[in-house]
């Protein structure tokens, strides 16, 4: 049997072992790389406990034999096969399975709670255990997506966009758990389908699927106190609205039109930048302090939904094609694909980074199941979620080592997963 | 004399002389020279006066009439001798005269004359080809002047010439002419004759495969069954025929009998008489050679792939919907229509479960459910996108309902549009009944309801989305077509008689013309003109839908008889195109706003979608690709798909089937 030369290296330092090359027998897989590592441990560290690993071969993940995956990768084997090894990404093990009374259209969690929004026109906020908290009712629509703006001890402010062309902002006590429409935000002459608030918490942007201008709309979020006034804008004479007893009502301070179809999905890249994927296939980045178009790249299909990772600074996209795209916003109105994620087989309608792992991205899709994907092993996801019994409209990642996915099942699921960290217990 | 001689050798080297005068003597051929050159002096001799005619070389008759012959050289007519001798007198003198035979007649001065014995020698000797004068001697030794002995003298005192001995220049300019065109390749060396001996090969023309060919064509002619026991003289009796086999051989056809003889036995050899069929028999061998096949047949080879007309490939035509993406249930019954709004945010769905559903395209979420009282047969949005209207037809009732969905400024100004409708003074009456909805029927979204006298079947939109045309289908009627104008809740009637009964109609999108399909015709109508334009043939036996091209000259009709026509008005009356790529009957077909696609849907439960590029150029006719057979539906009660219709900005397709579903492929 051949032999390989190989060098192992890994940047935890807990896991640290010897800077020499080995020989391991081509033929052998991760299970056997990952028992050479161990017994190396052994040897170095008394009190070492069985751990499993993973391999990165320049940069792409062992999945088959060694001698096969370097055919494949036209890595000669004649030389030092340098092979990183990272902790091994245990599979998320599903956790709660909350159940709603429609379809749930969009999902948010933070560390300690979880904001859902649903068809029965309603957004609810759920503790992490599952424990329904509190019912907004208060859309005369299908509620499409939902967002935190900020949590300040007890009360906590947050957003809900609904097909009625309204988005509402609400302040949340949670000591005294009593809510209040603060805000109406009125603007669209369609329903309203995204919202984003921006990483310095004092603008929002949503964005409607039906309209048909493609507006996008910037909404200030400043100091939002019962005494100030509407906001009114020169620059979008609209009707002006009868204030409704649900709050104030506010009109855009900006509207960035550029897109020739429904835009789909919108994120803020950074305080400043806007990035909106559209139905007429393309992305395009705007400065919002200017409303001007930045840049744009050019797809082939519908894009569903944009994800942004600051960690890696790629943007994913999931489109009608079944693809999950990487894009690097940064390079100038160029189309290029990094890599596409192929293995779902309808639409994909929710792709979201990992907020920890510059490498992870959860997407969820039409066929029902949500994927966990590593983009180091861009042929085949980490894992797969099949535990949706209908499409798989929102997904979303916490802090606190959550995946969460909500379908048209009424069901929202949530995953817990381990990071390198095993505290979870491997 | 020497002087004679001379001349004699002039005459003999150079016969340009004989344009010289006179030929006077007929015996003699050179006589005339002679006596011509006699004439000056010894003719004098012998006459006593010249008589020397001037006339020249002139034919002599010319004077035949006068009495002169000519004029001498004082220009005095000499006057013709006068000549008493008749033919007697000629031949007596010839017989007398012993000098006749050396007299000559010189015509020109008419005279005879009589050659002396001199003459007479001279003449002789000119005869034998001998010199004149007797004393010349011809054969004296010649002097060697130029011999080859070298004297002391040269014949010549001459100096040599320079150009004896330096180099011709001529010469050199003429070799170098030549070294140049060597040169320059103007002149090329001789090819060397090639010695080898020449042969050819006498069937190198010929094709291998031809001779293979009539070889393997090549029939034998056919051969004569050798003889048998039975044509023996004396065979074995099982050969020999009993008298009821006889009977039965005599009996048969000629055509039929397996052997055309009786097989006979004698004792002997001997007493075989003479065969009395041999003249027919060796006729029918004659008939057998001359009717036997020839030549054999052959069926030309053709490749089935070369049959097949080149088109692109259908990965070249992207984008066009290639899976289901989505399935729109809730439905209970087959989903007869379907349409989808101006935006390609919502789809209305019309089914036979007496429900329109509302759905939202990209979730497949109903949103919206409104219940009527029959199975509804046709919806159609409004396609401007200022109202929102969807027109339902079932029963015998059409239904402009305001689903509410989209933007709610929009829904509020098309209820206000409907609600500030005045009734004009003078109402005409009108077949249709024009009623506002009101109680729960407004609360679903009910605005206008239209009673028609028959069932309604087919309602379509005009690109304005002001006048809405509905099929009522009656064989015999005249009032099958009615056209309503909702912003004025008028109705007309188009047609006074009918052609038929009518399957479907459509408004062409841009000009005011008007498509009526009735089972075997599509009729397009000027609505201004009110006439007749055109009338296409669709050779199918009956059309179930139609759809026109944005552009307007375009139209596919599908039939119940598994057949797509396409038609181009500009080209002909006949369909340019007929697809017959389902397996059943056509549904429903539709046509893609703004991408180069249709497709059609059929009962066999598939979608086929077909890339057809319309171009500008009225010399280019469309290109029809078929792309993609979009499966998803299934069979019930024989009925599949019953409708499609396409997104209006996405290649996306809808269709409709008797399963109860909508499904959306992308």
């Known amino acids: ?426 | 004399k020497p002087l004679l001689s001379i001349s004699i050798e002039i005459m003999d080297v150079e016969l340009g002389y004989s344009l010289q005068p006179v030929s006077l003597i007929a015996l003699l051929p050179h006589a005339h020279f002679l006596l011509h050159s006699l004439s000056p002096s010894s003719c004098l001799a012998m006459c006593s006066q010249d008589i020397r005619n001037t006339v020249g070389n002139i034919p002599m008759e010319w004077y035949k009439d006068y009495p002169h012959i000519g004029y001498d050289l004082d220009g005095k007519k000499i006057f013709k001798p006068i000549r008493t001798k008749d033919e007697l007198d000629e031949f007596l003198d010839k017989m007398e005269n012993p000098d006749y035979w050396r007299t000559v007649h010189n015509k020109m001065t008419g005279t005879d004359l009589r050659l002396s014995d001199e003459q007479v020698d001279l003449v002789h000797r000119l005869q034998q080809g001998k010199f004149g004068d007797v004393n010349f001697n011809e054969y004296e030794p010649a002097i060697d002047f130029f011999s080859s002995e070298v004297m002391i003298h040269p014949v010549t005192n001459r100096p040599e010439d320079k150009r004896s001995f330096i180099p011709s220049l001529i010469e050199k300019e003429k070799v170098g002419k030549l070294v140049h065109a060597i040169k320059m390749g103007w002149i090329k060396p001789r090819r060397p004759k090639e010695t080898a001996p020449k042969y050819y090969d006498l069937w190198a023309q010929e094709d291998l495969n031809t001779v293979l060919g009539r070889h393997k064509m090549h029939i034998p002619a056919p051969k004569m069954r050798l003889p048998g026991h039975e044509e023996s003289y004396n065979p074995p009796p099982e050969y020999l025929l009993t008298e009821e086999e006889k009977l039965a051989w005599e009996q048969q056809d000629p055509e039929d009998r397996r052997v055309s003889f009786l097989p006979q036995k004698y004792s002997c050899l001997r007493a075989v008489p003479a065969f009395s069929r041999f003249i027919h028999e060796r006729f029918e061998r004659c008939l057998d050679l001359y009717l036997c096949p020839r030549q054999r047949k052959m069926r030309v080879n053709v490749n089935p792939e070369d049959l097949i007309p080149k088109l692109p490939k259908p990965k070249d035509l992207q984008p066009f919907p290639t899976t289901q993406s989505l399935v729109y249930r809730g439905h209970t019954s087959l989903v007869r229509s379907i349409s989808v709004s101006p935006s390609g945010q919502w789809l209305v769905s019309g089914s036979d479960d007496c429900t329109v559903r509302f759905w939202e395209v990209s979730t497949a979420r109903c949103l919206k459910t409104v219940e009527v009282s029959g199975a509804v047969k046709s919806v159609a949005w409004s396609p401007n996108p200022a109202v929102c209207l969807v027109a339902i037809s079932y029963g015998e009732t059409i239904v402009l309902l305001n689903p509410g969905l989209g933007d709610k400024f929009i829904c509020s100004a098309t209820d206000q549009l409907i609600s500030s409708y005045e009734e004009p003074e003078e109402s005409k009456e009108q077949s249709v009944q024009w009623t506002i909805a009101e109680g729960s029927d407004h609360e679903h979204g009910q605005r206008l309801i239209l009673k028609h006298p028959k069932a309604v079947r087919q309602v379509t939109w005009h690109g304005k989305g002001d006048y809405l045309a509905c099929v009522m289908p009656d064989d015999n009627s005249s009032l099958q077509v009615v056209i309503h104008q909702v912003s004025k809740r008028r109705t007309q009637n188009p047609f006074r008689k009918s052609k038929g009964m009518v399957q479907c109609v459509s408004f062409h999108p841009i000009r005011p013309y008007f498509f009526v399909a009735t089972q075997r015709y599509v009729r397009v109508y000027n609505l201004i003109k009110q006439e007749l334009t055109k009338k296409l043939m669709a050779n199918c036996k009956w059309i179930s839908s139609m759809a026109v091209h944005p552009g307007g000259d375009n139209v596919i009709c599908g039939s119940y008889d598994c057949r797509l026509a396409w038609f181009d008005l500009d080209l002909s009356t006949k369909p340019y195109k007929m697809l017959r790529h389902h397996k059943k009957a056509l549904r429903g077909v539709a046509y893609h706003k703004h991408y180069p696609l249709f497709a059609s849907g059929s009962d066999d439960g598939s979608v086929i979608v077909c890339h057809g590029m319309v171009y500008n150029d009225l010399l280019q006719n469309p290109l029809i690709v078929p792309v993609k057979v979009l499966k998803g539906h299934t069979i019930t009660h024989d009925l599949g798909v019953l409708d499609v219709a396409f997104h209006p900005s996405q290649p996306w397709v809808f269709s409709s089937g008797a399963d109860g579903t909508v499904r959306l492929f992308t």
């Open chain 1, 1 to 426: 049997m051949s032999q390989l030369q190989a060098r192992f290296f890994t940047e935890n330092k807990k896991y640290a072992i010897d800077d020499v090359p080995f020989s391991i027998p081509a033929a052998s897989e991760v299970a056997d790389l990952s028992n050479v590592i161990n017994k190396l441990l052994e040897a170095r560290i008394a009190d070492h406990k069985h751990v499993e690993f993973d391999f990165l071969v320049r940069g792409q993940f062992l999945r088959s034999s060694l001698a096969s995956h370097m055919d494949t990768e036209n890595i000669s084997t004649e030389e030092v096969v340098e092979i990183e090894y990272v902790q091994k990404f245990t599979a998320p093990q599903p956790e709660e399975c909350i159940m709603h009374d429609d379809w749930i259209s969009s999902v948010e969690a933070d560390s300690e709670w979880i904001l859902t929004g649903s068809y029965d026109k309603t957004a609810r906020i759920w503790s992490l255990e599952g424990k329904a908290v509190m019912t907004m009712a208060g859309h005369t629509d299908v509620v499409k997506d939902v967002a935190w703006v900020k949590r300040d001890g007890l009360s906590s402010l947050l957003l809900t966009a609904s097909l009625d062309q309204t988005v509402l902002l609400w302040e949340w006590n949670s000591e005294q758990n009593k809510v209040k429409a603060r805000h109406c935000c009125r603007g669209h002459a369609g329903s309203v389908d995204t919202i984003v608030v921006d990483p310095s918490r004092t603008k929002l942007c949503f964005i409607s699927l039906a309209e048909l201008k493609c507006l996008k709309t910037v909404f200030s979020l400043s100091v939002p106190t019962e005494e100030e006034d509407e906001v009114e804008e020169p620059n979008r004479p609209r009707k002006k609205q009868k204030t409704e007893q649900l709050g104030l009502t506010r009109t855009p301070l900006m509207t960035l039109s550029g897109h020739n179809e429904a835009v789909s999905a919108v994120l803020w890249t950074d305080a400043e930048e806007l990035c909106s994927a559209s139905w007429d296939h393309t992305i395009r980045l705007w400065d919002v302090e200017t409303g001007e178009q930045k840049s744009m790249l050019t797809g082939s299909k519908v894009f569903n939904c944009i994800s942004y990772s600051p960690l890696c600074r790629r943007l994913a996209s999931g489109s009608t094609d079944r693809h999950v795209r990487l894009w690097d916003p940064r390079s100038k109105d160029g189309s290029l694909v990094l890599l596409s994620l192929t293995s779902h087989t309808g639409w994909v309608t929710a792709v979201r980074w990992s907020p920890s792992n510059q490498h992870q991205l959860v997407s969820g899709s039409f066929d029902n199941i949500v994927k966990l994907w590593d983009i180091r092993s861009c042929k085949a996801p980490l894992y797969d979620l099949a535990a949706h019994e209908d499409r798989v409209l929102c997904a979303d990642w916490t802090d606190s080592g959550l995946i969460l996915s909500g379908g048209a099942d009424n069901k929202l699921y949530t995953y817990r997963y381990s990071a390198y960290v095993s505290d979870a217990g491997a």
